[in-house]
């Protein structure tokens, strides 16, 4: 019974593509996340909503786009895909801004 | 700015003795500080955290301790053992979880 679980887990496409990746949570969490970690193993944070609301967006470019249509729930969408956007991916939720984040085990989204 | 440093990509530890992985961070807004492990193919698993008030907080075999005068954070981990083998994470937050990048800790037996 995953907590945090995001689809696909792999995703290989070619550049220029549109792709989603899709994220739930059934912990009744408030404020969910997406993260990238790049080549370097950074972890950093791209967008925080809270009750459906975005409340950080990084600078990401605005190929990437997050959608939450209710609070269990935040996709991301992203166009033109380019290969520096190969990366893992993590979606995480808290129960509100400030406290533990749990996180999904990541989609690996490799550009070709 | 890498607000979150951890200065040791990697540590080696015999099984039985005591981890220590070290941590460093600039933002001094930082009110609560978290250690995340992570295996290989998984997402960060959260740990144990400290709230900037305290200055050790325990639980089981871990240990974190905070010395926010030197803007350091630490985390003990004893004995270790082999299944704690993985990538270890610290990362604080005001508004926002920052993390460090992180110290792969190999428990070897």
């Known amino acids: 019974d995953t907590a945090v679980s995001q689809t696909p887990k792999y995703l290989v496409t070619q550049m220029g593509n549109d792709k989603s990746i899709k994220c739930e949570q059934n912990?009744?969490?408030?404020?969910m996340y997406w993260y990238k970690q790049d080549s370097k193993k950074f972890l950093k944070i791209m967008f925080s909503?809270?009750?459906?609301?975005?409340?950080i967006n990084e600078t990401v470019p605005n190929r990437f786009s997050p959608k939450s249509p209710d609070k269990a729930h935040l996709n991301l969408h992203i166009n033109s895909l380019e290969l520096g956007d190969s990366a893992v991916y993590f979606c995480?939720?808290?129960?509100?801004?400030?406290?533990?984040?749990?996180f999904g085990q990541g989609t690996r989204l490799t550009v070709v | 700015d890498q607000q979150v440093k951890q200065n040791s990509p990697s540590l080696s530890v015999q099984e039985g003795r005591i981890s220590i992985l070290n941590c460093d961070y600039t933002?001094?807004?930082?009110?609560?500080f978290l250690w995340y492990k992570k295996y290989p193919a998984e997402g960060p698993t959260f740990l144990i955290s400290?709230?900037?008030?305290?200055d050790k907080n325990e639980d089981g075999r871990f240990t974190v301790f905070l010395n926010k005068s030197a803007k350091h954070l630490s985390l003990h981990i004893v004995p270790s053992q082999p299944g704690d083998s993985a990538v270890y994470f610290c990362?604080?937050?005001?508004?926002?979880?920052?993390f460090g990048t992180g110290t792969r800790l190999q428990v070897t037996l």
């Open positions: 912990l009744g969490h408030d404020t």
């Open positions: 995480a939720s808290s129960l509100t801004v400030n406290t533990e984040a749990f």
């Open positions: 933002n001094s807004m930082f009110d609560y």
């Open positions: 909503y809270n009750n459906k609301e975005l409340i």
């Open positions: 990362a604080g937050t005001a508004s926002k979880l920052t």
């Open positions: 400290i709230s900037s008030i305290k």
